[in-house]
């Protein structure tokens, strides 16, 4: 079957990021395509690469960008949402003047509709909410 | 779905947005059940609250060929509201109704 995923949660403050996680990994395991991770709302934060987490806790970034290397995913952050709440690669960095970029390879960031893509070519497209 | 009341997480406003984006794919249609149909109350003023008031965007909804939305009935009557509260005209069905009506729908997308 193929899946997408959508995460609305931030990484920690909720347990939307960790279980968006688990359910990847699962879906991967079990033999099934996993066409898109949409990250939406404050789910973006997931694709900052600056997160720097206690050592005893679990990586989110690093875990996502993982799984992503491992099976060629593709993790698209809302361009929107993430762009209000300062998530940005080095282009929008440069298009809005700003110091720095902290989106982390290999999330890109792209427009609502590729929520909808996903959705419509999927079998299955699952929210993780807050 | 829309189950949150606005102005106090971005939630409604960028789920509008999706719904808005979806419109153009697809043949769509909104649920308003819970907290959400508080997103629809005509007359907000959210200058105090720093946020926009994205309800009049509900009145654009049409616009963009998605010409249902619908009221959970019980929802509306728990937190005193009648449909002339609100800023759309909208189809009311009761909390009952609501899992055969997401049936007739490939996906949901749930804000």
């Known amino acids: 079957m193929r899946f997408a995923i959508t995460v609305h949660g931030g990484p920690y403050t909720s347990q939307s990021s960790h279980s968006a996680l688990n359910f990847a990994k699962a879906v991967l395991h079990e033999g099934h395509d996993l066409y898109r991770v949409f990250f939406y709302h404050d789910g973006v934060y997931n694709g900052s690469e600056i997160m720097a987490p206690p050592q005893d806790e679990i990586d989110l970034y690093g875990e996502w960008r993982q799984l992503a290397l491992d099976h060629e995913l593709d993790l698209v952050v809302c361009i929107a949402s993430a762009l209000r709440r300062g998530v940005i690669n080095p282009t929008e960095a440069e298009r809005y003047e700003k110091s720095a970029a902290n989106l982390g390879k290999p999330f890109t960031i792209s427009g609502l509709g590729q929520l909808i893509d996903a959705a419509l070519s999927a079998d299955r497209l699952v929210t993780f909410r807050v | ?111």
């Open chain 2, 1 to 111: 779905m829309q189950s949150r009341a606005p102005h106090g997480s971005l939630f409604g406003q960028e789920g509008l947005d999706a719904i808005l984006m979806g419109s153009a794919f697809a043949t769509c249609a909104v649920l308003m059940h819970g907290d959400g149909v508080y997103q629809l109350i005509r007359d907000q003023r959210s200058s105090g609250t720093s946020t926009r008031d994205y309800s009049v965007s509900y009145g654009a909804l049409g616009d963009y060929g998605v010409e249902t939305v619908f009221c959970v009935q019980e929802d509306l009557t728990e937190r005193r509201l009648v449909v002339d509260d609100l800023v759309i005209p909208v189809t009311v069905i009761d909390r009952a109704a609501v899992a055969s009506l997401l049936n007739d729908y490939n996906t949901i997308l749930d804000f």
